[in-house]
């Protein structure tokens, strides 16, 4: 069984910024992908930014510049530096990896932590 823990979230300024950590159980190298989704109220779920195995990266166009994934095999964690935080990155932050078996993709899903941009 695969768990996920987010933790960093929290309240900061705009301009601020955050890390979130997020640890995997059994380690990160067995998922073809590891990243972050945030959902705010009354939208819909979508991807921040996301690694693969291969080390590439993906950001959404809203967060290129300021945020930035890495990752650490041997504590099996990964992070999301968010710098030059903005009102609208409030949001609740979600933990994904992605294994793929056989055919099928399998997400796993971490609990969320909130992240609020606010003076």
């Known amino acids: 069984q695969v768990q996920l823990v987010e933790s960093g979230g929290g309240l900061v300024q705009p301009g601020g910024s955050l890390r979130l950590s997020c640890a995997a159980s059994?380690?990160?190298?067995?998922?073809?992908?590891i990243g972050w989704y945030r959902q705010a109220p009354g939208k819909q779920r979508e991807l921040v930014a996301e690694?693969?195995?291969?080390?590439?990266?993906n950001y959404a166009d809203s967060v290129k510049g300021r945020f930035t994934i890495s990752t650490e095999n041997a504590k099996n964690t990964v992070y999301l530096q968010m710098n030059s935080l903005k009102p609208d990155d409030t949001a609740v932050y979600y933990c994904?990896?992605?294994?793929?078996?056989?055919?099928?993709?399998?997400?796993?899903w971490g609990q969320g932590t909130q992240v609020t941009v606010s003076s």
């Open positions: 059994g380690g990160i190298s067995r998922f073809n992908a």
């Open positions: 690694i693969t195995t291969g080390g590439s990266t």
């Open positions: 994904n990896a992605a294994e793929l078996m056989g055919r099928t993709t399998w997400h796993y």
